[in-house]
Every structure is written in structure tokens, then in C-alpha cells.
């Protein structure tokens, strides 16, 4: 019995490796890159790259396909402050900021109310 080629490429997708950059004994990056060297990463999988603040907390998390931001149903970035508290979050689509029901880029400030929100559609603001 074959399994159908979708499922074949997810499941290889969820045996690569990340590309793991180390300093002083702490994580400061990962990233996910496919046979091109592109960033990418199955994006109901996790995030294609993921950096980190020198304290441990993740300073950002980017959606990447095929060298692309992109993530359907959610943000493609989302950028944190030390603290945890997130900065902003930006949806993409084929590597165009793109959200057509809502805002596309939500900034927060430090304490977490909303200080800016944008309309973009195919990568222009609205």
C-alpha cells in the first residue's frame, strides 16, 4: 500500500532537521530550509525560522513556503519583546502582506494594548 505523495512530502517535512546557530551554549536561532536553501516549513507544522533573545524568549517567529512569508489562518510573523509580550504580528500571503477580513499588521505596545493597526491587501496598505 502507497501512501499518497502529500503525506509522503509532510512526513519528510517532520523528519528534517533545523539549522541550529549557538553561541555561548544558548540557542540564538533556527531555521528550516528546503533543497533550494530557501526558508520553509510546512506552516501547520511550526515556524521556519525562530530567533531568540539572548534571556531564552523567542524574539521572533516567521511562516516561510518556499522563500515566501506565508501562513494561511494566522499571522506569518510575529515579533516579541524580551519580556514575552508580543510587538507586533504581520499576515502574509505568497510573500505579500495580505488579510482581507481584518488587519494585516497589528503592532502592541510594551503592556499589551493595541497602539497601530493596518489594512493590506496583495502588499499595498489600505
Not at 512569508?69 to 510587538?87: Q, R, W
Request: with cysteine; proline share 3%; hydrophobic share 30%.
Amino acid at each position: 500500500m502507497s501512501l499518497p505523495k502529500q503525506w509522503k512530502q509532510a512526513f519528510v517535512e517532520l523528519l528534517k532537521s533545523p539549522i541550529i546557530t549557538v553561541e555561548n551554549g544558548l540557542i540564538l536561532n533556527l531555521e528550516y530550509r528546503n533543497e533550494k536553501n530557501k526558508l520553509h516549513r510546512n506552516s501547520e507544522i511550526s515556524p521556519a525560522s525562530i530567533v531568540y533573545y539572548k534571556n531564552g524568549n523567542i524574539h521572533y517567529e516567521q511562516y516561510w513556503v518556499n522563500g515566501k512569508k506565508h501562513k494561511l489562518g494566522g499571522p506569518a510573523s510575529i515579533v516579541y519583546y524580551k519580556n514575552g509580550n508580543i510587538d507586533y504580528v504581520s499576515y502574509f500571503t505568497n510573500g505579500e502582506m495580505y488579510r482581507l477580513e481584518n488587519f494585516a499588521y497589528i503592532e502592541y505596545r510594551e503592556n499589551g494594548n493595541i497602539s497601530c493597526e493596518e489594512y493590506w491587501v496583495n502588499g499595498e496598505r489600505k
